[in-house]
C-alpha cells in the first residue's frame, strides 16, 4: 500500500519569510513524488516533479529517501504564493494518488 | 491546444436520472482519468484509461460507468446516483514522456 501524508491543513506566513510544505511517504517500490498546486478558482496544475530537481516559482523540493520525505521549500514567500499545496506520488507510472493537501496563506 | 475541457460545469439531477459529464482534450495524450473531489479534500481516482482501455478502477460503484470512444474523449455515465455522490469530478490526461497529469476545470455534480 503507498501512502502519502501532509502533516499539516493549514500554515501561514508573513511576507518574504521562509516556508516549508511538509510531505511524507510510504512506498515499497522507487517512488515518483510530484507537488500540485491549486490557486483560488485555477485549475489544479503541477508545480514540481522530483525526477527534474527544477526550482518554478522560487520552490524547491527535494527527495530524501532516508526520511522517506519531499519536502516543498521556498526561501521567501509572496503573497500570490497563497494556495492549496497537495503532495501526489505515482505507482506504476499512471496511479496518482495525492496527500490531504496544505492550505498555504502568505500575509502582506 | 493545451487544455483539458470539461462538461458541464455545473449539473444538477435527481437520483433516477441518467446523465453523462464530457472530457475533451486534443494534447494527444493516451492516458486518461476521472478523479473525485469532495470539498476540502484532495482528488480521489476513480478510473484511468490507457490507449483508450481502462486500466484502472478504483472499486467504484457501478454507477459510475466510464467510456472512452476514442483517443480526444473521455465520459462517465452517471445513473441512480445518491446524494453522497455529489461532489467535483475532474478530468485529467498524463503525458507519458514527463509522468505530468493536465487537469480540466470540472464538472461540479449535486445530486437531489
Known amino acids: 500500500a503507498q501512502r502519502v501524508t501532509q502533516p499539516e491543513k493549514l500554515l501561514s506566513v508573513f511576507k518574504g519569510a521562509p516556508v516549508e510544505l511538509k510531505c511524507n511517504y510510504s512506498?515499497?517500490?522507487?517512488?515518483?513524488l510530484f507537488w500540485y498546486v491549486q490557486y483560488s478558482r485555477q485549475r489544479l496544475q503541477l508545480l514540481l516533479r522530483?525526477?527534474s530537481r527544477e526550482s518554478i516559482k522560487g520552490f524547491t523540493a527535494d527527495l530524501n529517501k532516508g526520511e522517506t520525505s519531499f519536502h516543498l521549500k521556498k526561501p521567501f514567500a509572496q503573497e500570490e504564493d497563497s494556495a492549496m499545496y497537495y503532495c501526489?506520488?505515482?505507482?506504476?507510472?499512471?496511479?496518482?494518488?495525492f496527500g490531504e493537501g496544505t492550505q498555504l496563506t502568505v500575509n502582506p | 491546444d493545451t487544455e483539458v475541457t470539461q462538461t458541464p460545469k455545473h449539473l444538477v439531477m435527481g437520483m433516477t436520472n441518467k446523465k453523462s459529464l464530457k472530457c475533451e482534450q486534443h494534447m494527444g495524450h493516451r492516458a486518461m482519468y476521472w478523479y473525485k473531489q469532495k470539498a476540502k479534500k484532495p482528488p480521489e481516482l476513480m478510473f484511468v484509461?490507457?490507449?483508450?482501455?481502462?486500466?484502472i478502477n478504483e472499486s467504484v460503484p457501478s454507477r459510475f460507468s466510464p467510456e472512452c470512444p476514442n483517443s480526444s474523449l473521455l465520459n462517465l455515465h452517471l445513473h441512480a446516483l445518491q446524494p453522497e455522490d455529489s461532489a467535483l469530478y475532474l478530468c485529467a490526461t498524463r503525458d507519458t514522456n514527463t509522468g505530468e497529469l493536465f487537469f480540466g476545470e470540472g464538472s461540479r455534480l449535486t445530486v437531489l
Open positions: 522530483h525526477i
Open positions: 501526489a506520488l505515482m505507482e506504476g507510472g499512471s496511479r496518482l494518488t
Open positions: 484509461y490507457s490507449y483508450e482501455k481502462l486500466s
Open positions: 512506498y515499497s517500490g522507487s517512488p515518483e
